[in-house]
C-alpha cells in the first residue's frame, strides 16, 4: 500500500520506518529540512544522531528502497494521487499552562493536506483514502479533521483515530512487536483499510487489535496515559516519601513487597525525580482541560499533575534543609540531561529546571555528561564558561561540590567506583535522584560522603 506520513518526529519516523518494513510504500514528509536529510540519509549513524532511538537507523538503511524523505510538498501532492493512508504525526503541546493542546501544528498541516486531497487524480478525487491521527488528540479531533476537509471540498475520504503507545528508547522494538494496536473508526471501509496497513499486527497471535470508534481510541490514549502517569506519581510522591520519612525502610525492599501482587505489577516501581518527557505531563493537563471545559471537576488529574510537578522541588530544597548548603559559586556536576535513559529527547526532563535552579543560585560551573542527550542539552545551556560539557561521566564528576544524578542511563551505576577512591580531600554532596547508587550508598557513607537520594532519608556520611 501507499502510506503517507506527515510529521518525521519520535512517532512519525519510527513508525514510518515500522510500515516500510511492512512491505509498503513510504513518504515522510516533514518541514524540518535538516531533519529530513539526517533520516533520509541513508546512513545508520546520521540518523542516530538525528533521533536516538535503538533499531531506527539499522531499519531505515535497510528498508531504505521503500521509503523516502522530502520537505517537497510537490512530491506530496503527486504521492496523493496513488495514497491509500495519511498518518497525521504533528506535535500537540500544551498551550503555556492551560492544558489546552496547541493544534495549530494539525491544523496547518490538515489545512495544507486538504488542497492537496482536492486536487487529487485531477481533481476527480477517485482515489478513497484515509487521513489517520496518530497524534494524541482532544476526544473530539475527528470531528475538527472532517470540518477542515469538508470545507475545503475533500471528497472519498474517511477518518481514523489510531493512537501510537510506543515508549521512547523502545519505540522500534515496542512497534515492531506492540501488544495491542488501536484502532477507531466510523466506516467498515475505514476499518478494512486500516486492517491492509496493519496486516501483520491484525494477523498476529500476539497482538491484541482493537476496533472502536474514533472519540473512543482517542479518549483511549488519554486514559491510558492518565493511569501510567498517577502510577508513577504514587510511585515517588507516596511510597517514595515514606520511604524518606522513616528510617529503616528501603525503597528497592518495598518495592518488591509490591511488585509481587499482579494487581500491582512491575512496571514504573522506581522512585524519581519526575516523570518528564513530551507525553504524560501534556496528556494529564489536556484531559483536565478537556473535563473542565465540559463542566466536571478533575481532582484528581490535577493532584497528579501536582504531585509530579512538586518532586524536583522538594529534591533540590533537601540540600538546603538537609545540610544547610549554599550554592553561589559552587561547582556542580549535572550527570544525565535526557528525560529519561534510551533516548536523546530533553522535553520536560528534570535537568532544564536544575539548569535553570543552578544558573539562579550562581553557581561558577556545571560540568556535564549525557551518552545521547547533550547536543539537545547545549541549544537551551550554551557551552561555555557556565555550562561545561564532558565527554564522560568521570571526567564531569571531578574536584565538584555536588554530584546530581538526574538519568538513568544504567552507566551511572558506576560512578561510586570513580567518586570513592578519587574524592579523598574534597568530599561532594552527593544528590541521586534515580537512586542509581543505592547499592553502594553505604559504602559513600562509610568513606565520608553525604548522600540525599529520592526514597531515602538523608544518609550522612561518616566523618
Ligand atoms: N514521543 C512519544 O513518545 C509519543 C508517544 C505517543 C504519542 N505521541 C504523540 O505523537 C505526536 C507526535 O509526537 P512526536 O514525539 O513524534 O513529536 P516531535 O515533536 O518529535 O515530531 C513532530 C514533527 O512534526 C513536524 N511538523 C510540525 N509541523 C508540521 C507541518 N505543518 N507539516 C509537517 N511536519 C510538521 C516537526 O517538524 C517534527 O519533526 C504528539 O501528539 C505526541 O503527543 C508521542
Not at 31 to 56: A, P, Y
Not at 182 to 200: H, L
Not at 262 to 269: E, F, Q
Request: overall charge negative; hydrophobic content about 40%.
Amino acid at each position: 500500500m501507499n502510506i503517507l506520513y506527515i510529521g518525521s518526529g519520535f512517532v512519525g519516523a519510527c513508525s514510518a520506518a515500522i510500515s516500510a518494513a511492512s512491505g509498503h510504500n513510504v513518504l515522510v514528509y516533514d518541514i524540518d529540512e535538516k531533519k529530513i536529510q539526517m533520516l533520509g540519509s541513508g546512513d545508520r549513524d546520521t540518523v542516530e544522531s538525528c533521533l536516538f532511538e535503538d533499531g531506527l537507523g539499522d531499519l531505515l538503511v535497510r528498508n531504505k528502497e521503500r521509503i523516502e524523505f522530502t520537505i517537497d510538498y510537490g512530491k506530496v501532492e503527486d504521492f496523493l494521487d496513488i495514497c491509500d493512508g495519511i498518518f497525521m504525526c504533528l506535535p500537540t503541546p500544551e498551550i503555556g499552562e492551560t492544558g489546552e493542546s496547541n493544534l495549530n501544528y494539525y491544523f496547518d498541516a490538515a489545512q495544507k493536506l486538504s488542497e492537496g486531497l482536492k486536487k487529487r487524480n485531477n481533481g476527480s478525487q477517485d482515489k478513497y483514502v484515509v487521513i489517520v491521527n496518530k497524534s494524541t488528540v482532544p476526544i473530539d479531533m475527528v470531528n475538527k479533521t472532517q470540518e477542515i476537509m469538508d470545507e475545503a471540498g475533500v471528497k472519498n475520504y474517511g477518518v481514523v483515530s489510531n493512537p501510537e503507545f510506543l515508549v521512547e528508547g523502545k519505540a522500534v522494538e515496542g512497534s515492531l512487536r506492540p501488544d495491542r494496536v488501536v484502532v477507531g473508526a466510523w466506516k467498515e471501509q475505514d476499518f478494512e483499510i486500516m486492517r491492509r496497513m496493519y496486516q501483520r499486527f491484525y494477523d498476529s497471535p500476539t497482538v491484541k487489535y482493537i476496533e472502536v470508534n474514533p472519540k473512543e481510541a482517542a479518549a483511549g490514549k488519554l486514559l491510558a496515559n492518565f493511569t501510567l502517569f498517577n502510577k508513577l506519581a504514587i510511585c515517588f510522591d507516596v511510597i517514595g516519601r515514606t520511604c524518606e520519612t522513616f528510617e529503616g525502610l528501603n525503597y528497592e525492599s518495598l518495592r518488591k513487597v509490591l511488585a509481587t501482587d499482579p494487581r500491582i505489577g512491575t512496571w514504573g516501581l522506581y522512585d524519581s525525580l519526575y516523570a518528564g518527557g513530551s507525553c504524560f505531563i501534556k496528556d494529564a493537563r489536556s484531559l483536565s482541560h478537556q473535563l473542565q471545559t465540559a463542566g466536571q471537576g478533575a481532582a484528581l488529574v490535577d493532584g497528579t499533575y501536582l504531585a509530579n510537578k512538586r518532586q524536583l522541588e522538594m529534591f533540590i530544597g533537601r540540600a538546603e534543609k538537609e545540610v544547610s548548603f549554599d550554592w553561589t559559586n559552587k561547582k556542580i556536576a549535572l550527570i544525565g540531561t535526557a528525560f529519561k535513559r534510551d533516548t536523546n529527547d530533553i522535553r520536560n526532563s528534570a535537568s532544564i529546571d536544575i539548569g535553570h535552579f543552578l544558573k539562579e543560585k550562581q553557581v561558577d560551573e556545571v560540568h556535564i555528561y549525557d551518552p545521547a542527550a547533550m547536543d539537545n542539552f547545549k541549544l537551551v545551556f550554551e557551552e561555555g564558561d557556565q555550562f561545561i560539557y564532558h565527554n564522560h561521566e568521570f571526567d564531569a564528576v571531578k574536584d565538584c561540590d555536588v554530584i546530581i544524578i538526574a538519568t538513568d542511563w544504567p552507566q551511572f551505576r558506576g560512578l561510586a567506583d570513580v567518586i570513592i577512591p578519587e574524592s579523598k580531600e574534597k568530599k561532594p554532596l552527593i544528590m541521586d535522584g534515580r537512586r542509581m547508587l543505592q547499592h553502594r550508598y553505604g559504602d559513600l557513607q562509610e568513606a565520608g560522603f553525604d548522600v540525599i537520594a529520592v526514597g531515602s532519608p538523608f544518609i550522612q556520611g561518616k566523618k
